[in-house]
């Protein structure tokens, strides 16, 4: 097999990849970059809203009331040292950004435009803050560009369409590299590496109606677990409640603002029922359970009685056009329908992935060792939305995803840095390190009749949809790990038809659908053992958050599965703690 | 084969509105452009996703003829 050495490879290159590659890059260390698309057709492209950051351009802020929004938001399972770094962190991360080249919008006054996200406040829990930079509906976008411009200019090493299959360990339990596959070419290239940062990105593709790209599969998230690192709060996934129907984009929230509500199957305003005040505009996850339990309890609409509706009609076209332009266009497209005439057929859409890779604030990876205290993984790291350092907690505030993989990258790679210091030379890769990604590739080589790839992975999603999505309860949660288990048996036993090399996507799909299936087994089983609800994890029957017995983190293990918990860091840097209250807003 | 697959990756995109637009167009209608509207295809998906969004999404009308023709040939692809 082809080698490649190099002091860091990093495994992914979205937002958080490429923040920590320039980092290193700079620092004159020899940096490889991974990554399965093209760098800047990452899911960070996505983001249209924007980055937080207390700059204080439009009101008065600061990164104290930053923090206690995000403790807040996080429904008090955040770590809160991790939080007090991040928030302090974040005006420089945006000015670095601009010193890159992204192009912020502008205030009259040329400072950096910023606009207001739900969550924000003054003075810890008052009026409303303004807190986003943004560089208008594209930042994401602006930030994936300029950070790949940057690490052109510092020599950079990307292998853009390569597909990382497996980590490479010692006996010692040191991380070496990865195995990775040229998708062109189907030949595997061992990359050794001193340290090895994971950047992959988080796994909105378990369930069947989400808003994330197709390559947003968790593999990062997979190839940890396999090798023996945990997974943390995987039961935390927040979901918005108006995806479309069976495809998952978004509509926001705006739609009901500007006074467009939901009707079920026999034509009810059924919100009146769950929320008799707040109605439609009730917060995210009661608008998102009432419309699983209309379609649950038969009250869908469509053939399969399988969505609600968001009725805009009533509107008029003129409010419609002009107020939610993008809305339009976009249900247009996509259902041939024009919403200023025909209501939209909307379900709950899985967004953003808050658990993942447990780390510390250094991005270091961390598990806890017998029942002490945890401690960092040699030579691994992961940032971005494939880690969980924890900030977000329960629940990720709007514009903090673009800040964790901003202000962790960094710290990540400054890390790095100090880390290869001390590390001069690579460590030898025993031969047996190989054998599981061997084993992987060769597996999908078998010849003969099994089940397909594609069918298998439509009922992996939808079973996480029926059994793990905004609706839980144990009996629900049980049928669905059950349920997982099963699929995750029959995927051993499916082939593919192309055994081909070049551009063998069928391949890549293949291992892409393993890497949901662990995944989808530490969700399911994380959110069954919760008996509590908090932030994004709604349990129908234990409604009420217990911090007693919950104010903790939750640690799934592959083999042998099971669960272990570890006490959330309630003591910030420098700051006073803030201790747990209601979360009302 | 293995052309079609090559493109077939590159139509996996940073946004979930990409990846569906130019999934169902690779999957269906793309199997009937010349040679040389395939080339114009492969071209097109050089362009930044944000650039592709405002197009497919019909928001912006690209310029040049070709890419509008192949635009509107995706867009009407777009199945309900
Ligand atoms: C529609 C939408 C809008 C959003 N808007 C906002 C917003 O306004 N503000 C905000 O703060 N957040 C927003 N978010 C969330 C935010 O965009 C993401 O959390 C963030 O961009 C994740 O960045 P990342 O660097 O961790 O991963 P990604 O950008 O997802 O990058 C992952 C990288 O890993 C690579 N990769 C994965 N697996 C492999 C493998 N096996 N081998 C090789 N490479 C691999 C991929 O190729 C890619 O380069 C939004 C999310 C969505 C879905």
């Given at each position: 097999?082809?080698?490649r050495?190099f002091?860091t ?6 937002g958080g ?11 004159e260390a ?12 990452s899911?960070?492209v ?11 351009n ?6 104290h009331?930053h ?8 429904d008090?399972?955040g770590d ?6 991040m928030?302090?962190a ?5 000015y670095?950004l601009e010193h890159?080249g ?11 435009y ?14 409303q803050?303004v807190?986003?930079?943004a560089?208008?509906?594209r930042t ?5 560009h300029?950070l790949?411009q940057q ?11 390569y ?5 490479l360990?010692?006996q010692?339990?040191y ?16 990359i050794?590496?001193?340290t ?8 909105g593709q378990?369930?069947r ?8 599969t968790?593999?990062g ?13 995987m039961?935390?996934?927040?979901f918005h409640?108006?995806?479309v ?11 009901r ?5 939901l009707?079920?199957g ?5 919100m009146?029922?769950y ?9 995210r ?10 379609v649950?309890e ?5 053939a399969?009685r ?14 419609v056009?002009k107020r939610?332009?993008g ?11 024009d ?6 057929p ?8 808050m658990g993942g ?13 017998q ?9 691994l ?17 709007g514009g903090?995803?673009l800040?964790?993989?901003l202000?962790?990258g ?6 790095v840095?100090e880390?290869l210091?001390?590390?001069r030379?690579?460590?030898?890769i ?13 597996r999908?080589?078998r010849q003969?009749?099994g089940e397909?790839?594609?069918g298998?992975?439509a ?5 996480m949809?029926?059994?793990c999505g905004v609706f ?5 949660l ?11 048996e029959?995927?051993?036993?499916a ?5 081909s090399?070049?551009f063998n996507?069928?391949?890549i ?19 069954l053992?919760?008996?509590e609800?908090?932030g994004a994890?709604s ?5 009420e ?5 919950w ?5 799934f293990n ?13 003591q910030?840097l420098?700051v006073d ?7 009302t807003? | 084969?293995?052309?079609?697959a ?9 946004m ?9 167009f690779v ?12 080339a114009?295809?492969?071209?097109l ?5 944000t ?7 019909g ?16 867009r009407?692809a777009?199945?309900?």
């Amino acid at each position: 097999m082809e080698k490649r050495s190099f002091d860091t490879l990093i495994i992914g290159a979205g937002g958080g990849g490429l923040r920590a590659a320039l980092q290193l890059a700079q620092a004159e260390a020899r940096v490889a970059v991974v990554s399965k698309v093209f760098p800047t057709r990452s899911h960070t492209v996505a983001a249209q809203g924007g980055v937080n950051a207390a700059l204080a351009n439009v009101l008065p802020d600061n990164w104290h009331w930053h923090m206690f929004d995000t403790v807040k938001g996080s429904d008090y399972l955040g770590d809160q040292d991790a939080i007090e770094y991040m928030c302090r962190a974040a005006p420089r991360a945006v000015y670095e950004l601009e010193h890159f080249g992204v192009p912020f919008s502008r205030l009259d006054t040329g400072k950096i435009y910023q606009r207001a996200f739900g969550g924000q406040s003054r003075d810890f829990g008052g009026d409303q803050a303004v807190r986003t930079c943004a560089a208008a509906d594209r930042t994401g976008h602006a930030i994936l560009h300029s950070l790949y411009q940057q690490n052109i200019r510092a020599r950079t090493h990307f292998f853009d369409e390569y597909f990382a299959i497996e980590l490479l360990q010692n006996q010692a339990g040191y991380f070496l590299g990865a195995v990775a596959m040229n998708i062109a070419s189907g030949e595997p290239l061992l990359i050794e590496a001193k340290t090895t940062i994971l950047a992959t990105g988080g796994v909105g593709q378990l369930f069947r109606t989400n808003t994330n790209a197709l390559v947003n599969t968790g593999d990062g998230m997979a190839m940890a677990l396999r090798a023996g690192i945990p997974l943390q709060d995987m039961e935390f996934f927040q979901f918005h409640p108006t995806g479309v129907a069976g495809k998952g984009m978004l509509i926001t929230e705006g739609a009901r603002g500007e006074g467009g509500y939901l009707l079920n199957g026999d034509g009810e305003r059924f919100m009146e029922r769950y929320a008799p005040n707040a109605k439609d505009l009730a917060s995210r996850d009661v608008v998102s359970r009432a419309i699983a339990t209309e379609v649950r309890e038969g009250r869908g609409v469509g053939a399969n009685r399988d969505h609600v509706l968001l009725k805009l009609d009533h509107l008029g076209a003129d409010i419609v056009s002009k107020r939610l332009p993008g809305i339009r266009d976009m249900v247009r497209t996509f259902l041939h329908i024009d919403p200023a005439d025909t209501p939209i057929p909307v379900y709950p859409t899985a967004h953003y992935t808050m658990g993942g890779i447990p780390t510390d604030r250094h991005g270091q990876v961390v598990v806890p060792v017998q029942q002490g205290a945890e401690e960092p993984v040699p030579g691994l790291y992961a940032v971005g939305e494939c880690a969980c350092v924890s900030v977000h907690g329960a629940n990720r505030l709007g514009g903090n995803s673009l800040l964790d993989i901003l202000v962790f990258g960094r710290a990540a790679a400054n890390h790095v840095i100090e880390h290869l210091k001390q590390q001069r030379y690579h460590q030898p890769i025993p031969a047996d390190a190989l054998e599981p990604a061997l084993q992987r590739l060769a597996r999908w080589n078998r010849q003969g009749k099994g089940e397909s790839i594609a069918g298998l992975r439509a009922q992996l999603t939808k079973t996480m949809e029926d059994h793990c999505g905004v609706f839980r309860n144990e009996e629900v949660l049980q049928e669905g790990q059950n349920a997982v288990l099963a699929l995750r048996e029959r995927l051993r036993e499916a082939t593919i038809d192309d055994h081909s090399q070049v551009f063998n996507t069928a391949r890549i799909e293949a291992m892409e659908l393993e890497n949901l299936m662990d995944v989808a087994l530490a969700t399911v089983s994380s959110a069954l053992a919760r008996r509590e609800s908090r932030g994004a994890h709604s349990r129908i029957d234990y409604p009420e958050r217990d911090d007693q017995q919950w104010l903790r983190h939750s640690l799934f293990n592959l083999d042998p599965m099971k669960m272990d918990y570890k006490p959330v860091r309630m003591q910030p840097l420098t700051v006073d703690s803030f201790p747990p209250k209601k979360r009302t807003y | 084969m293995n052309e079609l697959a090559r493109v077939r990756w590159k139509c996996r995109r940073g946004m979930l509105e990409l990846d569906l637009l130019l999934g169902q167009f690779v999957g269906h209608g793309y199997h009937q452009l010349d040679p040389a509207q395939r080339a114009e295809f492969d071209r097109l998906l050089d362009y930044p996703d944000t650039v592709l969004l405002e197009w497919l999404l019909g928001r912006i009308r690209p310029t040049e003829r070709e890419i509008v023709r192949l635009v509107d040939k995706i867009r009407a692809a777009a199945a309900p």
